[in-house]
């Protein structure tokens, strides 16, 4: 099993910066793809970024510009950079990961099609 542990959120007015990070525990070294997704309330889970073991990185058209998402493969640690935050940033971020080799575009826009391993999320606030 994989566990993943996010940390970073918080409360921020608008315009600011977090940085998300996601730690990952156990039988890690194979995994192929990491990202983050989030969930508002009231509304759908929506893929934000992604980046699988050769580099490659995906992001939603939402934070595109805005985001930067990252990996330290020595420590094993996740990041999402998040920049110019607006008020609809606000959401639960959680931290996902794959084995499966899928491209990264399609899983953060569908992560259902491998196991997908999740945290327990991060709470980002963005106040006007």
């Known amino acids: 099993q994989v566990q993943l542990v996010e940390s970073g959120g918080d409360s921020v007015q608008a315009g600011g910066s977090l940085r998300l990070s996601c730690t990952t525990f156990?039988?890690?070294?194979?995994?192929?793809?990491m990202g983050w997704f989030r969930q508002a309330p009231g509304k759908e889970r929506e893929g934000v970024a992604a980046?699988?073991?050769?580099?490659?990185?995906s992001y939603a058209d939402s934070v595109k510009g805005r985001s930067i998402i990252s990996k330290d493969n020595v420590k094993n640690i996740l990041y999402l950079q998040m920049n110019s935050l607006k008020p609809e940033d606000t959401a639960m971020y959680y931290c996902?990961?794959?084995?499966?080799?899928?491209?990264?575009?399609?899983?953060?826009?569908?992560?259902?099609?491998?196991?997908?391993?999740w945290g327990q999320g991060t709470q980002v606030t963005v106040s006007s």
């Open positions: 996902a990961a794959t084995f499966a080799v899928v491209n990264s575009g399609d899983w953060i826009r569908r992560p259902g099609i491998a196991y997908t391993y």
């Open positions: 980046i699988d073991s050769g580099g490659s990185i």
């Open positions: 156990g039988y890690s070294y194979s995994i192929y793809l």
